[in-house]
């Protein structure tokens, strides 16, 4: 899927980055979540190519880029890892300062790209995510008992790895189905066939997990860094409304203690998958708000 980008495969930071890239305008950084690739962004891509240059990557442990094994501090799968992945992949492509759009694991990156890097990012959009340290901390049984899976990836190797490994098509298409899609078929089938592909792999589903594991670790102390700084660009926040970010928190709220600038957004009618669910609507706000 998306074919008529560029296809490329760059060396940074200590790892192989697949991404897909093209358009024309202000370059305009894409970052999917867990379980996907950039394969989330086919449904938007297209039109907002017509605007903006498109980076479309997949990140660290996902997709066809580097999934190396874990460290035993998860520092290599930290956020701030990963988003010095993506500061490199912008300037191998001659972009110093870019628009970022991040969904669920892609906008914990980007949380931590603009937090790093604030010279880079003219303007962060987060779609369906309250900070890490922020959802860790409101944890009650309803919140564990929806996101069931931040507790069972944290688990020590080889325990989940080794259950997921034994069902892997059903875990991920269980997830894609879930989250607030209330049993709405809206991945296209070709996609299902790429997210399947590159997902259940022993070594994809490793570094998923060590995704995971340095959410819960290493990436809750880089997180302090908010009791000293904030987020100085624009921000937008999009949560679909029948998902768990809209039932159990306040994105707005919750983004505006780590921003210095206020913080704009709303709920949209979906669930967690926002740019395959309402793909018309998140351009309407993407186009609104990074045109403006």
């Not at 074919?3 to 093209?22: A, S």
């Not at 998860?74 to 988003?83: E, L, P, V």
């Not at 300062?97 to 669920?104: I, K, L």
């Not at 369906?128 to 901390?137: G, L």
Request: net charge negative; aromatic share 10%; proline share 7%.
């Amino acid at each position: 899927m998306l074919e008529h980008f560029r296809h490329d495969q760059l060396q940074v930071n200590g790892v192989t980055i697949n991404l897909r890239h093209g358009g024309s305008g202000p370059p305009l950084l894409l970052l999917h979540g867990f379980p996907q690739s950039h394969v989330i962004w086919h449904k938007v891509a297209d039109t907002l190519a017509r605007q903006f240059t498109l980076v479309m990557p997949d990140l660290r442990g996902y997709g066809d880029s580097s999934m190396p094994p874990g460290l035993p501090d998860h520092s290599n799968y930290s956020k701030r890892a990963m988003a010095q992945d993506m500061v490199e992949v912008m300037q191998a492509l001659g972009f110093t300062s870019f628009y970022v759009c991040g969904h669920d694991r892609g906008a914990r990156v980007a949380h931590r790209l603009a937090l790093d890097h604030p010279p880079a990012v003219r303007k962060l959009m987060i779609l369906d995510i309250s900070p890490t340290r922020t959802m860790y901390e409101a944890t009650d049984k309803q919140f564990a008992t929806l996101y069931y899976h931040w507790f069972f990836l944290i688990q020590p190797a080889p325990v989940p790895e080794t259950l997921i490994g034994n069902s892997a098509p059903f875990l991920l298409e269980t997830i894609l189905g879930g989250w607030g899609s209330n049993g709405e078929k809206f991945i296209d089938p070709a996609a299902m066939v790429e997210y399947r592909r590159c997902f259940c792999r022993p070594e994809a589903i490793h570094a998923a997990c060590e995704d995971y594991r340095a959410a819960a670790t290493i990436d809750l102390e880089h997180d302090r860094d908010h009791d000293v700084r904030k987020i100085v660009c624009p921000v937008h926040v999009l949560w679909g409304e029948h998902g768990v970010i809209g039932q159990l928190f306040q994105p707005l709220e919750d983004w505006q203690v780590k921003c210095e600038k206020p913080v704009t957004g709303k709920a949209l009618p979906s669930g967690h998958f926002i740019a395959e669910q309402v793909p018309e609507l998140l351009l309407q706000e993407m186009l609104a708000f990074f045109k403006a």
